[in-house]
């Protein structure tokens, strides 16, 4: 488990499910000028930004090419980075070909699978969500081709102007935005994420379970002081999660 010791007056803060660039790259440009004012606004009292997945609709990094766009969001991570505002980001089901790019460049740390923190004392399990629990079975069956050194090489060879636009429309004509089937309510005895952190639970104590994915902000409480937070998206509720150092709470940007 990771420790993280916040300075006085600083914040955690926890953001997911960008999905920059869909539809069209030229619609998905309000919701990115939302979110860089958001990055711009907590600024100044960030301590640690969690980045929970899917920033992007659609992320490969070729060997010496990454994909068009999205200047002003990575143009802005850089200046925080580069301000020693301490940067994590968690890959999701659609930019899992991250390799180096944000290390290299932006000086953030990736992680392909959930970690453990102690943040001030309180403890966190936290991940992009994609593939956990006892459901999600397409995802699943999804991320072992995605995720396959074969299906990779391949795909590789493709010239970024066919690759590139060829898997958005497929993430884009798949819904794999996230509609509205990602945005109901399943109950807590069928949220997949809600099984996987309570079975997490009988061999292990965290205060709270942070997960993206699902593109419905919930709060959950699993049991007495362990919570399931789930952080909605960037594309109709623009909510994240803040920790003070003491206590989390679910917040939504206007």
């Known amino acids: 488990m990771t420790n993280i010791e916040l300075p006085a007056g600083k914040k955690v803060y926890f953001a997911s499910d960008n999905h920059l660039g869909a539809p069209t790259m030229e619609e998905s440009r ?45 143009g802005k991570l850089a200046e925080l980075s580069d301000a020693g505002i301490s940067i994590h980001y968690f890959v999701g089901n659609h930019d899992l070909w991250m390799n180096g790019y944000f290390e290299e460049e932006l000086n953030i740390p990736v992680y392909h699978k959930p970690q453990q923190y102690s943040i001030n004392g309180t403890s966190f399990f936290i991940g992009h969500g994609d593939g956990l629990g006892p459901d999600d079975k397409g995802f699943k069956r999804m991320k072992k081709i995605f995720t396959n050194p074969v299906a990779k090489w391949f795909f590789r060879w493709l010239h ?60 959950i409480e699993l049991k007495e002081n362990s919570k399931y937070t789930n952080l909605g998206d960037w594309i109709g509720y623009y909510t994240y999660a803040e920790f003070d150092g003491q206590q989390l709470s679910l917040k939504e940007f206007s």
């Open 30 to 74: 309000v919701r990115e000028l939302k979110f860089i004012r958001w990055l711009d606004t907590i600024k100044s009292d960030a301590g640690v930004i969690f980045l929970m997945g899917d920033l992007f609709d659609f992320w490969f990094e070729y060997k010496t090419v990454i994909p068009k766009g999205f200047t002003r969001t990575l």
């Open 160 to 219: 970024p102007d066919i690759g590139v636009r060829l898997a958005k429309h497929l993430s884009v004509s798949n819904k794999l935005i996230s509609g509205d089937d990602d945005a109901k309510f399943l109950g807590e005895d069928k949220e997949w994420l809600v099984l996987y952190a309570k079975r997490k639970l009988e061999t292990q104590h965290y205060d709270h379970f942070i997960f993206g994915h699902r593109h419905l902000a919930l709060e």
